[in-house]
């Protein structure tokens, strides 16, 4: 696996040597798994302390749902969630504060705050002051692939040939980010499994995720406890599982096992502690 060294503020990632896991807490009445759960700063601030210390390497705090069909949320809105749970995490953790939003304002004041990643799902697409804000902050940058907007994306998606379509996506999104001054080394590549994807698609992307090495960046993936998972491990009379079920669980560490041995540098989870156990399996077999 090609290895990468990321500064993040004070702190450098090292990618490559061992998978890293990206713990979620997700600040939103509504995301498909957790919504609710931690719609308060407290709630979430315990919970992504509970994620450090289970072993999560980084965090990501997000203010806006991005699950199939949802709405957007104003800025205004997405700052009030994340902006005091960044601020009253930076001087508790020891490691890097990611801010998961397509806003350049929300990007900015998390920065400001102590976050020091942006991972954008819409690749900088979304807000046209996204590009060259990510170059001003100056800090490591997640440009994810998606097909269409989250409330549209699940509407019948096509692709003529999936992993080269992302790649060209991918490649065009990573020319924009240097173009406006981001650090080609400070952009890590996410291939957007359930963003605008069938289940066979996502299942490809987990088989095949070794051939985006050759755009070289680091390879974040993030299966958790997403629709395809579910609707594998489900009771196929069901239309569908609790996505905090044991099932759900054990399928989500499966596709995290699956990317770990096709080459994902970060792994975004909800489940630190299970993940950690996987991987620490995952990455010995990958070593020996």
Not at 140 to 162: C, E, F, N, R, S
């Amino acid at each position: 696996m090609p290895t990468y060294t990321i500064a993040c503020g004070p702190r450098s990632l090292e990618l490559g040597r061992r998978t890293l896991i990206m713990g979620i807490v997700n600040i939103t009445p509504d995301s498909f798994s957790d919504g609710g759960h931690f719609f308060s700063t407290d709630r979430a601030v315990s919970q992504a302390l509970q994620l450090v210390a289970e072993g999560a390497d980084i965090l990501d705090i997000g203010g806006e749902s991005t699950r199939p069909y949802s709405e957007p949320v104003s800025e205004a809105e997405e700052v009030s969630r994340v902006i005091p749970v960044i601020e009253k995490l930076v001087d508790r953790v020891d490691v890097p504060i990611s801010i998961d939003t397509t806003k350049a304002r929300v990007a900015r004041e998390a920065v400001a705050a102590g976050a020091t990643i942006i991972n954008d799902i819409a690749a900088l697409r979304m807000d046209p002051e996204m590009a060259v804000t990510a170059a001003r902050c100056k800090v490591p940058v997640i440009l994810m692939h998606m097909k269409g907007i989250p409330k549209t994306m699940q509407q019948a998606p096509v692709y003529d040939d999936l992993i080269g379509e992302i790649k060209t996506f991918l490649q065009e999104a990573m020319a924009v980010a240097v173009a406006a001054g981001v650090d080609r080394n400070d952009i890590i590549l996410d291939p957007g499994i359930g963003f605008g994807k069938t289940i066979t698609h996502n299942l490809q992307i987990l088989r095949e995720l070794e051939r985006f090495n050759d755009l070289e960046a680091p390879l974040l993936v993030g299966s958790s406890r997403k629709m395809f998972v579910r609707q594998l491990v489900k009771d196929p009379s069901a239309a569908d599982i609790d996505p905090l079920s044991p099932q759900v669980a054990w399928g989500t560490q499966a596709t995290v096992a699956a990317a770990a041995m096709q080459g994902a540098h970060i792994v975004r989870v909800h489940d630190v502690a299970r993940t950690r156990a996987t991987l620490s399996v995952i990455d010995a077999i990958r070593s020996a």
